[in-house]
């Protein structure tokens, strides 16, 4: 079974950036597609963006884009996403997910991180 | 842009049903774009309930099932229980990208 951990919250100041994690254990980072997605505090959730194993570049939301970076270390098995610039509205819980290549569907879920960003 | 729409608000009396959809603001969602379900009480991770438009996770109750009606997707609680009050939200496979519904605040009263 492919558990998802992440990394513990975050307190972040107008224009710095943050890095989250995601340890993947069940399986290796290799055989899944890695997505983000966050929930600002009280809000829906909004995908982010995440690996294509199509063809095997990494795709993001248009709003994101220029902003975040997501990347891989597949010898830990271990997902980042990297946001810069970070801003108020950035505020939010960062889920990692993964999503079946069958019936692109977020399959597994991380627990979340909250990165609060504040002056 | 595209645009998913959820009721923001339904409430169902224990043991009732209930349908919850997701539609799209220009044009109809078909099983083409993949719907799927998920599940959220607060301060927790989102669930997966239905994937593919009518396929069940691992685990899921089966007083839960997906459809297509008309031109949305739907999601119906067959005897509704308590611990069902939760926020409920739809997600559409766009051919390269997800698009969330904004979610369904289901009340169990």
């Known amino acids: 079974q492919v558990q998802l951990v992440q990394s513990g919250a975050e307190v972040k100041k107008p224009g710095a950036s943050v890095k989250v994690s995601c340890k993947v254990s069940g399986y290796t980072l290799t055989e899944l597609s890695m997505h983000w997605v966050r929930q600002a505090p009280g809000k829906g959730l909004e995908w982010m963006g995440g690996f294509d194993p199509e063809d095997g570049e990494t795709i993001y939301a248009q709003k994101f884009q220029g902003r975040v970076t997501m990347t891989e270390d597949t010898s830990t098995d271990t997902a980042y996403m990297e946001l810069s610039s970070l801003r108020s509205e950035d505020t939010a819980v960062y889920y990692c997910?993964?999503?079946?290549?069958?019936?692109?569907?977020?399959?597994?879920w991380g627990q979340g991180t909250l990165v609060t960003v504040s002056s | 842009q595209t645009v998913v729409t959820q009721e923001p608000s339904f409430s169902v009396s224990p043991g009732g049903t209930v349908t919850l959809t997701c539609g799209l603001s220009s044009g109809s969602v078909s099983t083409s774009y993949y719907p799927s379900w998920y599940q959220q009480t607060p301060g927790q991770a989102p669930r997966t309930l239905i994937y593919?438009?009518?396929t069940r996770s691992s685990g899921v109750p089966d007083r839960f099932s997906g459809s297509i009606l008309g031109n949305k997707a739907a999601l119906t609680i067959t005897g509704a229980q308590a611990d069902d009050e939760s926020d409920y939200y739809c997600?559409?496979?766009?051919?390269?990208?997800?698009?969330f519904g904004g979610g369904t605040k289901l009340t169990v009263l």
């Open positions: 593919s438009t009518n």
């Open positions: 997600v559409l496979y766009m051919g390269s990208f997800w698009v």
């Open positions: 997910a993964t999503v079946d290549g069958d019936y692109v569907y977020f399959q597994h």
